[in-house]
């Protein structure tokens, strides 16, 4: 027997750090505690005016942590009298994490949503805002309605961001004391801020704090990928075509694939046979396809051969009314209106013969590392984040706690069986999931791709077993379908379980069967005594589950990640009930078959199985685990890689984007206009001129030239020429003096504000035109500088130098062309018509390195689902006249970008102003 370490010693005596931590926060749960008679005592007034009591407290000058006990007491007894929960001491706890900027470890079931209401409201008092970020738009809308009532009886407001609102509206939920939405609308929110003229038509105020739910989801699956605003590019969809039918005549001999770093190269033999064939389409410029004159072709063959080697129909995305629909690789979801950048999309097009929609060029980009590391306090709650702890360290700072739960967990997780393949495999769990249902015990069943849910349920068909199927080609029925899946002898077969949102409650969800059964009943018909007919009929169903041993969790297979194992695992077992969980695993899996042991293994597998034959072994569950944290590692590197390069960006976009505020919130700008003519004229006088040069050395015609295109100005030089006391100095001083009237002259036809008005808008936009462009320079260059390291040079470093003497040069360039606009510009006085407003960006969340999309923007089936879920305080808009139903008195009085008067849902200008 092996003697234990001193480690595992003093672990058994004295508990983990995280046992130590949590035990430490015991006093503070019993000082909350001690309020609760008190409070209880009290009407409701008494209890809302807390509020206005702790506010005092702070202006006076004390701090969140001392006035912590009661306002968390105060939540308390809100939410007894409100919803009719009271917070468990556990849920407590996790929400002192919370408020400490931790992320707090909750089993599912375990009320993480009722957590977070205490942080929240205690983070709020200063008035600063609390922003609350969910994974999909249904969880954001249906949070802040649920969970509202409780902040709103307190005497706080709550604002909820989700898709299709005005500015008007967003800028009142941002303005609200707690603001709910996903990490996508708050993102690109930022972005688009930043993109505006006018600081007034900006949404967001100054950043507080956030708090994440699903933390493990935004922050670390989906930051693989960075936010992206981008705009159409000229059309090329003939080049995609020419070169989709060569690569669609390749042979599997002609390139390699490696399926872990997703990617694809030509063999040797393989680029010959491209070049002949581009050549005889008339795309080959010269007889070398690497040469520079081809780099556009080399990048449409690239994603052509990731289009049709790489990315399957049905997996990766499906093909639906003749447009490519993205499937979420997390969630396997529908994401319409999602598209991969870069090329990637098109070359899917082409591959199955759809319109080929334009490319689109970047203009503003942002990772979500980035983004949450601008909040001053960050936390985020989650069932599975321990696996990922060092990186939540690294990136965010933020260290994982641990949180009991409430009820000790019954759930039976048993060992992995192995079968020799698929077929075997799938055999196998349909037979095991039809005894299970026979017995009235539901079961969810976890697969990793649609066609895998398709082909388990033509098993389940063969066998007789009714089920539910609920993937992207099914997800308006999601919610109904998650909801029922306690039910007894329930059979649901789910594409990734993360992130769903909706409880399974063994028994049945009263509320959606309520919803479902009393829509049909008749009018003045008694729904009381409906609803406790439907009560108890899920009682005794929940009985009766119970009795044949819970939800049972079967896994088709392991994912890459531990994290989206154990998500599944986590929907049994909740709040204390029985529950079984186990995983089916066979060769042919993605994961053993990419990452697992070597062939050796694979092959004494194949010889030593007979078919049908099933294995368990610790072993073999280790060998899997092993697979996994690999995969991890590899995508924790890939993550990494992404910061470490945005993070030059981000220390640009910070300067941009400081400079822009600057501008809007200026008075005047001359000074800054001043300083910019100044040094063009300094440039270009100091390049004719060098210092400790004679007249007769001096690039006269040069610098005649230069100020003619930069300035308007043509000075007598050569006549200054004949002055015997000439040196650069002087030149430099009469030009500046000669451009600086010639601008004040042209200031003079102007009224003062309307000059301010002039110099602002060309600041913004020429900033604006530079930075687009240097951003899509980064991409190019983040593209080719890993071929540095064949020079055994560090990548990073190398980018990091091009950015930083990119970024100059876009400087000086900004410089030039302000002067040079204002210089050569005729004013003349027109009535003012307003700021430019923003095209209709295309919004992207893809990966630089896989092409996937993982955005979750539109996130619970249809968006009438979560606009019908808004809480009704925010649907309210600001006072304005009555419009009438005759749309020629809208023009001028209903902004572009507002929803049209008419009701059709579009924006004004796509509507009926479009007519006007």
Avoid at 131 to 136: C, Q
Avoid at 338 to 352: F, P, Y
Avoid at 517 to 538: F, Q, S, V, W, Y
Avoid at 793 to 803: C, G, L, S
Wanted: net charge negative.
């Amino acid at each position: 027997m092996p003697i234990p370490g001193f480690g595992a010693v003093a672990k058994s005596l004295f508990g983990s750090s995280n046992d130590r931590y949590v035990k430490s926060l015991a006093p503070l749960v019993a000082k909350i505690a001690g309020f609760e008679d008190t409070l209880a005592a009290i009407d409701d007034a008494a209890l809302a005016n807390q509020t206005v009591l702790f506010r005092e407290r702070l202006t006076a000058g004390e701090k969140l942590d001392a006035i912590l006990p009661e306002a968390f007491a105060t939540v308390r007894e809100a939410a007894k009298r409100v919803l009719g929960m009271r917070h468990f001491d556990v849920q407590m706890i996790g929400s002192i994490v919370l408020h400490r900027g931790e992320i707090a470890e909750m089993r599912t079931g375990e009320g993480k949503t009722l957590v977070a209401t205490l942080a929240v409201y205690l983070n709020a008092l200063p008035g600063e805002g609390v922003h609350v970020i969910t994974v999909n738009d249904y969880l954001a809308a249906r949070d802040a309605e649920w969970m509202g009532q409780v902040y709103r009886f307190l005497g706080l407001s709550v604002g909820v961001i989700v898709p299709n609102l005005s500015d008007e509206q967003r800028r009142a939920a941002y303005n609200s004391d707690i603001t709910y939405g996903t990490n996508n609308e708050f993102g690109f929110d930022y972005l688009r801020d930043n993109m505006k003229y006018d600081r007034a038509s900006m949404v967001q105020r100054r950043f507080a704090m956030a708090i994440v739910d699903e933390v493990d989801s935004v922050l670390i699956d989906e930051a693989r990928t960075p936010l992206i605003i981008s705009g159409p590019t000229d059309d090329k969809s003939e080049l995609y075509m020419q070169v989709d039918a060569v690569v669609k005549r390749l042979d599997a001999v002609d390139y390699e694939k490696d399926e872990k770093q997703k990617s694809i190269i030509l063999t040797e033999d393989g680029t010959e046979k491209v070049e002949r064939m581009l050549e005889d389409a008339g795309l080959l410029e010269g007889a070398n396809l690497y040469d520079f004159e081809n780099t556009q072709v080399v990048h449409h063959l690239n994603q052509s051969l990731r289009a049709n080697m790489m990315f399957k129909r049905d997996t990766d995305y499906i093909v639906k009314d003749e447009k490519v629909v993205i499937i979420d690789e997390f969630t396997g979801r529908m994401m319409d209106g999602r598209r991969w950048s870069d090329g990637l999309h098109q070359a899917v097009e082409a591959k199955e013969g759809v319109t080929i929609e334009p490319e689109n060029q970047t203009m503003a980009s942002i990772t979500f590392q980035n983004y949450f590391r601008m909040y001053p306090k960050l936390s985020g709650m989650t069932g599975t984040a321990a696996t990922e702890a060092s990186e939540f360290f690294d990136i965010y700072k933020m260290n994982v706690v641990t949180i009991p739960t409430n009820v000790t967990v019954r759930r039976r997780d048993e060992e992995d069986e192995f079968y020799k393949n698929t077929q075997d495999k799938f055999r196998a769990i349909a037979r095991k999931i039809r005894e299970h249902a026979a017995n009235g015990q539901p079961v969810l069943v976890g697969t990793v791709s649609i066609e895998k849910s398709e082909l388990l349920s033509e098993f389940l068909n063969q066998e007789g077993v009714d089920h539910s199927v609920l993937n992207a080609r099914h997800h308006e029925m999601e919610a109904h379908i998650v909801a029922q899946a306690g039910r007894l002898g329930a059979v649901t077969i789910a594409t990734n379980m993360a992130g769903r949102g909706t409880d399974i409650q063994l028994g049945g969800n009263l509320e959606f069967r309520t919803n479902d059964e009393l829509a049909t009943l008749p009018e003045g018909a008694p729904r009381d005594e409906a609803i406790a007919r439907i009560r108890e009929e899920i009682a005794a169903e929940k009985d009766a589950v119970l009795a044949a041993g819970g939800l049972f969790v079967l896994g088709t297979e392991r994912h890459e990640s531990r994290r989206i194992d154990n998500q599944l695992r986590g929907r049994s077992g909740r709040q204390g009930d029985p529950g079984l969980s186990r995983f089916y695993l066979s060769l042919d899996d993605d994961l053993l078959r990419i990452f697992g042991p070597d062939t050796l293994f694979a092959k004494m597998m194949r010889n030593n199985i007979e078919d049908g034959e099933a294995i368990g072994s610790k072993w073999l569950t280790k060998a899997i685990e092993t697979a996994q944290k690999k995969v991890e590692a590899r995508n924790y590197d890939v993550r990494k890689q992404v910061v470490e390069y945005d993070d030059v960006m981000n220390d640009q976009r910070k300067v941009v984007y400081e400079q822009r505020a600057d501008i809007m919130d200026a008075e005047t700008v001359d000074e800054m206009v001043d300083d910019m003519r100044t040094e063009t004229v300094n440039a270009v006088v100091g390049a004719a001129c060098p210092p400790n040069s004679y007249p007769e050395q001096w690039d006269v015609e040069g610098m005649k030239t230069g100020l003619a295109e930069l300035l308007a100005l043509q000075p007598p030089v050569d006549d200054w020429l004949k002055e015997d006391a000439l040196d650069a100095e002087i030149v430099e001083e009469r030009v500046r003096e000669a451009a600086d009237t010639m601008v004040r002259d042209k200031a003079a036809t102007l009224d003062a504000e309307t000059w301010n008005q002039v110099e602002k808008s060309i600041l913004l936009q020429n900033l604006d035109h530079h930075w687009k462009e240097h951003l899509a320079t980064l991409d190019a260059l983040r593209q080719v500088v890993h071929l540095r390291a064949y020079a055994q040079k560090t990548p990073i470093n190398e980018y990091k130098q091009e950015a930083f003497s990119l970024f100059e040069r876009m400087l000086d360039q900004i410089r030039e062309d302000v002067t040079k606009t204002i210089a050569h510009a005729e004013f003349q006085y027109q009535p003012p018509v307003g700021l430019p407003e923003l095209p209709d960006f295309i919004t992207t969340h893809f990966d630089p390195f896989t092409g996937l999309d993982d955005s979750n923007d539109r996130d619970a089936g249809s968006t009438g689902l979560v606009q019908a879920q808004l809480p009704p305080l925010q649907t309210i808009r600001p006072e304005e006249p009555d419009l009438g139903m005759d749309p020629a008195s809208w023009v001028g009085r209903v902004s572009r970008n507002a929803p049209c008067p008419c009701g059709s849902g579009l924006k004004y200008k796509h509507c009926h102003g479009a007519v006007a």
